[in-house]
Nanobody, 123 residues
């Protein structure tokens, strides 16, 4: 099973950008599809973006389209989430997750999770 560690969160003003990273270890990462999820205080965890293990296929939540981009560098065992035009409502803890085989948008389908990184967007 792969271990995941997120980084890159922080405080940013509305309209700004952040790039989150998710470093993987403990397994051959190329076989894993990856996803980003987020959870705001008092809300359920929600899907943000996902990418297949080949990098060919991606999916984005409606709120992420045109603003967030998921990518991966299998040589570095790292997944990224580039977030642009950030809004206060994007404030949440962001988690990366991994699973073997095909990606999904359902958090319950992922069996490896990072500890999360806080993103705070001020107005």
């Amino acid at each position: 099973q792969v271990q995941l560690v997120e980084s890159g969160g922080g405080l940013v003003q509305a309209g700004g950008s952040l790039r989150l990273s998710c470093a993987a270890s403990g397994a051959i990462f190329t076989g894993y599809s990856v996803g980003w999820f987020r959870q705001a205080p008092g809300k359920e965890r929600e899907f943000v973006a996902a990418m297949s293990w080949t990098g060919t296929w991606t999916a984005n939540a409606e709120f992420a389209k045109g603003r967030f981009t998921i990518s991966r560098d299998n040589g570095k065992n790292t997944v990224y989430l580039q977030m642009n035009s950030l809004k206060p409502e994007d404030t949440a803890v962001y988690y990366c997750a991994a699973r073997l085989y095909e990606y999904t948008v359902n958090a319950d389908d992922y069996n490896s999770w990072g500890q999360g990184t806080q993103v705070t967007v001020s107005s």
